[in-house]
């Protein structure tokens, strides 16, 4: 017992997928086609893209697809908790140190903080998000 305790307390203490608390700064200039999607194509997409399947995943989960728009703000949260940096966590869980084509290069510190503000922003707007690129809603009769 004493040792299932030991290991729950050692758990505890190691790094965790934390959000960010990232929010979205008055003005930002953030996008998703100057900002997330290259950002996205740089890092992620190796893995997370709706066309790949199976074992071309490299373990990304379904469902995880980074390389539109609405993939990413599925998911908002798991980008948050796993890349992102904000006051109150920096997140290096993603991507992983071994890529399927050697090691993954690695965003620097600045770039996850405009992640997070980029992933706030989206968000805070969720119906109408920044240069979504989706049509409005035909409002004729």
């Given at each position: 017992m004493r040792a299932l305790a030991l290991l729950v307390a050692l758990a505890a203490c190691g790094d965790s997928p934390t959000p960010t608390g990232s929010t979205c700064p008055p003005g930002s200039t953030l996008r998703y086609d100057t900002f997330a999607?290259?950002?996205m194509e740089q890092y992620c997409?190796?893995?997370h893209d709706e066309d790949l399947h199976g074992s071309e995943r490299h373990g990304a989960p379904l469902f995880h697809d980074f390389d539109?728009?609405?993939g990413i703000l599925q998911v908002h949260?798991?980008?948050d908790e796993r890349a992102a940096a904000g006051p109150d966590?920096?997140?290096t869980f993603m991507p992983p140190g071994?890529?399927?084509d050697g090691a993954c290069e690695q965003p620097t510190e600045a770039e996850?903080?405009?992640l997070g503000e980029w992933l706030a922003c989206a968000v805070e707007d969720r119906d109408n998000p920044p240069d979504a690129g989706l049509d409005e809603p035909d409002a004729s009769p």
């Open positions: 999607a290259p950002f997409t190796h893995c539109t728009l609405i949260g798991h980008v966590a920096i997140n071994d890529c399927p996850r903080r405009q």
